[in-house]
Structure formats: C-alpha cells, structure tokens
C-alpha cells in the first residue's frame, strides 16, 4: 500500500558527506603531502646511496632518540605560528626549566626521597615554563609589541638569567638515575626505541587534536587569519595569544627536562643550539609565517627531515662539513614548494 | 511606555582626544528597520561598533529590552540577540565555510571539542536552503577567499540569521555588491521586517535606506542631526537636507 500520498516526508538530519574523490583529497592536504613527498624523496636517495645504513635499525634508533628533543618543541611552535606569532624564547625556557629543577632538588634535600624530590622539581621546572610563556604573552598583548621582538629579548634574559643564577656552573644529574623518571622519559622500549620518541608522538597527537579538533585550536587559526574578524566576532583574542605562548613554556620546559635527562646532566648553557633546528622543522612542515595555516604532521615530518640530514650526510660518504649546506638547500627548496603549492590551492 | 528593543541615552565616544560620538540619542523599536545615514567620518560605524559591543562609550547608557546593560561587550550583545553583519564583514579568508559559519561561537562537545560534523551540516543546510548557493564552488569545505564578493556578504548575513537573532544591524551591507546582489540583499532586509524583528542598516546608498527603512537617523559630526519617518518624507526632500546637513552640519 502507498502511504505516502498524504504524509509530509518526514525531514532527515541532511549529513554533509563529500564523496571522496581523490583530487579534493589532494587538494585540501597539499602541504602535508608535499612535506611526505619531500621526506620519502629522501629517504629513497639515503637508501640508495648508503643501503647498508640505511636498512639497519641502528640508524632509525639514533634518530628517533635524537630528534624528539627539537621536535617536542616545533609542535607548540607551529600552533604560536599559526596564530601569526612567532616565539624565539623557547630554547631559553630549557635552560630556566632546568634551573628551577636543580633549585627545588637542592631546597627539598630534607625529605631525602629523590623520587619524591625529582617529582616537585618536575612540576617546578614545567610552572617555570609556563610562567615565562605567560610573560611573553602578557608582554605581547598588553603593550602590542611584536612577538619577534619581545621574544628576541626575553631569549637573552633567560639565557642570561640561567648563567646568573648557576654562576656558570655545570654539574651532574646522576641522581635521576635511581628515580623511575630516568626510564620513564629516556629509557628504552626493547632494543630500539627510545622513550623520548614516545613523548615526541603524544605530544605530536595532543597537539593535533589540540589544533584541528578544539575551540583554541580553532581560535588560534582565525586569529592567525585575521585577527580584526576574530575580535569582530566576540574570540578572546588576548587570551588565546597568551595561552600559545604558555604552551611553548611548558613544552620548551619538558624538552630540557628530557635534554638533560638523556646526559644526566645539567649546562647552563641548556638550549644553546636549538633555535634554528626547531624553526626550520616548522616552516619546513609547511607552515606559513603569514599566519592561519599550518599542520602539526608538516612539523613533525619535517622535524625528522632537519634530524635525518646530518647522520646521513656522512653516510652517504660526504664530510661533516656539507651538513648545513644540505640543510639550507632542503629548506629552501621545500619554502619554495610550499608557497607554490599554496598558490594553486587559491 | 513603550519598551525599545534597543536604546542608547546620551552616548559619547572619544578615542583620545578625538571626539566620535557627543550625547547620542538612539532608539530602536520592535519590528522596526532604521536607516542610518551619514557622511564618512559622521561616526556610524563608531556609533556600530558601540552598540555591537566592540567598542565601549565613554559615556552614557546602553538599554536592551528596557533593561539596563553595562559593561556590552561581542559575547554579551550576542545573548541579548543582536547580530551584526560588518562592514569589513569579519570573515577569516583562509579559513573553510563551515570555520566562518560558526566563527568565534563553534559547536561543541564536552570540554570544548569541535563538533565538525554538526557544523558541515548545518553549513550545508544553510547554504542550499537560506543562501540559495548552487555553485560546486560553495561547498562547507571550501575555502571563503576564493568566493566572490557576494557570495562572502552572504556568508556574513546567513551567519547573523543562523542564530536567531532579533535585532541585525547590517554595516554598508551592498558595499562592492553588484546591482542584482544587491537587490537580492535589499528583499532580504524586507525578510527580516516580515519577520518581526528589528535591524539597523547603514548604507551610503541614499535609495538603498529610504526602500527599507521605516526611519531614518542622520548622524553628523558625531551628533544626531535628525531623524524622519520614512513615510513623511519624499526622497528628494531627504536627498536635500542630506545636503544641506553636509553643507552646514544641520538640518536649519
């Protein structure tokens, strides 16, 4: 029997769902997909000319142990780009970080539990983190000046500010050693794989979600874009702009602990070294220094570009000396593609 | 006494030592278009941006529904219904539809989360039933910069209706539009009367704001010059005093 002559069909929730097709898959992730056109590129040429490096295991666990303590940092540093900000501090914030654990170990010797003390030298060193990213937030917002400038400043403080309070001293950290902390953070899982790969991967993840699947991360894209419309339409944008920059604190802070944990070792000199690896994975990634676009996957993808090329180049047969030249024209080659790449999608 | 949906009370605004806004008067009637006019620098989009919350008056009091509101800020206007379709038209152009449908005031889940799939579709919705965009191009996953200028107004003006609002205040609305855009905005600002509600349309178009217009505030120098219902005055007269405000800075 048909009933339907005389009911209104009833008004389905319409799903939105685009069929796939594979140009608009192409299309809408172009950067990340010419990053990972860029990486496997490599990694072929690597394979090609040193096979018996490039095949063994050895090589993707010393990179894996090495890159997470640049990487870390380039995730938070992608979501301060997006936003049109740009963060020269970080490298600074390992070293404070750092300060304020040896600090909070040395004033908590009277409980003599190194477990318990490491743990309040942890937490200590990640608020100091998050102050300092608070700090250059705060200074950003309030007196409108740009972050490149104020950050080029706060970087001299706090590298500064770490030698003042140590008097240039360096000492040993051996003591982490009998805490779970030392495994927890620089340990191994079986032969290959270094524990700081793992917090480079949650964090990697946090960051993605934090970015593509939550208000901030949508905030920080309009503010990135245009930030006159996201105040227009009622985002906090002061807001927002300081909590990017706490962000990288906390994050530049875990990155010191996991530094000088992996030496069992302190420098005040901590970060020195760090700054134009940890940019260069952004921009490498595809991230855009004008703002409201970017992906965490670029980064991460290009991190392991800038932390790949030096073991290679010698593996390959070249001498120590053409690293930086390698990286330079990877770099630029790989801007140049993205702002080609970018240019087509308009 | 008759309750506004909207009124100001001896409203000023100075940025510095530039006076913007002296001792505005301004009141907006339920189911009611007001036509504000001006020349540039009068101080419309001052007097806007005060009533949408963005910019706060120096001095003077700011009435919804009868109800005294200090401290207006973009959220709170938002709760109290007023929805804003800028001059500037405040999208963000990298950004894809469905971000700028539900700019600054995204669905959520729990903590915050993005529900995606609840704004494509409600984004997809919108466009086919209330934008009426056919084009491939205008897909919730699209990206705003590359539509044209009206396709991004109309962006701008189903983002305002989407969330219910009673009163919309349209900034230079068919600034950039072309001739059958903005015919096609003007029927919309009628839509919006038939609907019961209230809205403020500022335009340079003198035509433009007579046609919608139950009444018409002409604002120069910062003040109220004067205001006319649109049913007592003929075109051409509004057209001369618009001119003689501009000469002399009043109505004489």
């Known amino acids: 029997m048909d009933t339907h002559n005389n009911t209104q069909p009833q008004e389905v929730t319409k799903h939105y769902k685009p069929a796939f097709t594979f140009r608009r898959f192409i299309r809408t992730n172009s950067a990340q997909l010419g990053i990972l056109g860029v990486f496997v590129a490599l990694w072929l040429i690597f394979i090609a000319s040193a096979p018996k490096t490039f095949l063994a295991p050895q090589i993707y666990s010393a990179f894996m142990s090495s890159t997470p303590f640049f990487a870390i940092m380039a995730i938070p540093l992608t979501i301060v780009v997006v936003a049109k900000e740009m963060d020269l501090s970080f490298p600074s914030i390992m070293a404070m970080g750092m300060v304020s654990f040896n600090y909070t170990y040395g004033a908590t010797a009277f409980i003599h539990n190194a477990t318990v003390q490491v743990t309040l030298a942890i937490l200590a060193a990640l608020l100091t983190g998050a102050l300092i990213g608070w700090l250059n937030g705060f200074i950003i917002v309030k007196f409108g000046i740009p972050s490149l400038v104020v950050t080029i400043g706060t970087q001299f403080l706090w590298s500064g500010a770490a030698l003042v309070l140590t008097q240039g001293a360096n000492f040993s950290l051996e003591f982490i050693k009998q805490t779970f902390y030392y495994n927890l953070f620089v340990g191994k899982?079986?032969?290959?794989?270094?524990?700081?790969?793992?917090?480079?991967?949650?964090?990697?993840?946090?960051?993605?979600?934090?970015?593509?699947?939550?208000?901030?991360?949508?905030?920080?894209?309009?503010?990135?874009?245009?930030?006159?419309?996201?105040?227009?339409?009622?985002?906090?944008?002061?807001r927002v702009r300081i909590q990017v920059f706490m962000l990288v604190g906390v994050v530049s802070a875990f990155a010191g602990i996991l530094a000088?944990?992996?030496?069992?070792?302190?420098?005040?000199?901590?970060?020195?070294?760090?700054?134009?690896?940890?940019?260069?994975?952004?921009?490498?990634?595809?991230?855009?220094?004008?703002?409201?676009?970017?992906?965490?996957?670029g980064t991460f993808l290009g991190a392991f570009i800038i932390g790949a090329i030096e073991a290679a180049t010698v593996a390959v047969g070249l001498t120590g000396f053409w690293t930086n030249f390698i990286y330079g024209l990877i770099i630029v080659l790989s801007v140049i593609m993205h702002m080609y790449l970018r240019k087509r999608g308009e | 006494m008759e309750e506004y949906r909207l009124e100001l009370k001896h409203v000023s605004k100075s940025f510095g030592e530039v006076q913007a806004l002296e001792d505005i008067n301004f009141h907006l009637g339920r189911n009611e278009v007001v036509g504000l006019l001006g020349d540039n620098g009068a101080g419309k989009s001052t007097l806007i941006k005060i009533i949408t919350g963005y910019h706060q008056?120096?001095?003077?009091?700011?009435?919804?529904?009868?109800?005294?509101?200090?401290?207006?800020?973009?959220?709170?206007?938002?709760?109290?219904?007023?929805?804003?379709?800028?001059?500037?038209?405040?999208?963000?152009?990298?950004?894809?539809?469905?971000?700028?449908?539900?700019?600054?005031?995204?669905?959520?889940?729990?903590?915050?989360?993005?529900?995606?799939?609840?704004?494509?579709?409600?984004?997809?919705?919108?466009?086919?039933?209330?934008?009426?965009?056919?084009?491939?191009?205008?897909?919730?996953?699209?990206?705003?910069?590359?539509?044209?200028?009206?396709?991004?107004?109309?962006?701008?003006?189903?983002?305002?209706?989407?969330?219910?609002?009673?009163?919309?205040?349209?900034?230079?609305?068919?600034?950039?539009?072309?001739?059958?855009?903005?015919?096609?905005?003007?029927?919309?600002?009628?839509?919006?009367?038939?609907?019961?509600?209230?809205?403020?349309?500022?335009?340079?178009?003198?035509?433009?704001?007579?046609?919608?217009?139950?009444?018409?505030?002409?604002?120069?120098?910062?003040?109220?010059?004067?205001?006319f219902q649109t049913k007592h005055i003929s075109l051409n007269e509004l057209m001369d005093k618009m001119v003689r405000v501009a000469e002399t800075g009043s109505l004489g």
């Open chain 1, 189 to 238: 899982i079986g032969p290959y794989f270094p524990m700081q790969m793992f917090w480079l991967v949650l964090i990697t993840v946090l960051g993605w979600v934090l970015l593509n699947r939550h208000r901030f991360g949508a905030h920080v894209y309009l503010i990135g874009d245009n930030v006159n419309s996201a105040e227009l339409m009622g985002v906090n944008t002061s």
């Open chain 1, 260 to 297: 000088s944990f992996y030496v069992a070792y302190f420098w005040p000199t901590l970060g020195a070294g760090f700054l134009l690896q940890t940019l260069a994975s952004v921009f490498l990634g595809g991230t855009s220094v004008l703002g409201g676009t970017g992906t965490i996957l």
């Open chain 2, 57 to 227: 008056p120096t001095s003077g009091e700011i009435y919804f529904n009868g109800i005294k509101v200090d401290n207006l800020t973009v959220p709170k206007a938002r709760e109290l219904g007023l929805e804003t379709v800028y001059q500037e038209r405040a999208l963000a152009e990298l950004q894809t539809l469905w971000r700028n449908i539900f700019l600054g005031r995204e669905l959520t889940t729990k903590m915050g989360f993005l529900d995606i799939q609840r704004m494509k579709d409600e984004t997809h919705r919108l466009m086919t039933e209330s934008m009426g965009f056919t084009s491939h191009a205008v897909s919730p996953d699209s990206t705003v910069g590359k539509y044209s200028g009206g396709e991004k107004q109309g962006v701008a003006i189903v983002r305002a209706l989407f969330f219910n609002a009673d009163i919309v205040v349209l900034d230079e609305p068919t600034m950039g539009l072309s001739l059958k855009e903005s015919a096609k905005l003007i029927s919309f600002v009628n839509g919006i009367k038939q609907a019961g509600k209230s809205a403020i349309f500022i335009d340079h178009n003198i035509l433009h704001v007579y046609n919608v217009a139950d009444r018409v505030v002409v604002i120069d120098r910062g003040k109220v010059a004067g205001e």
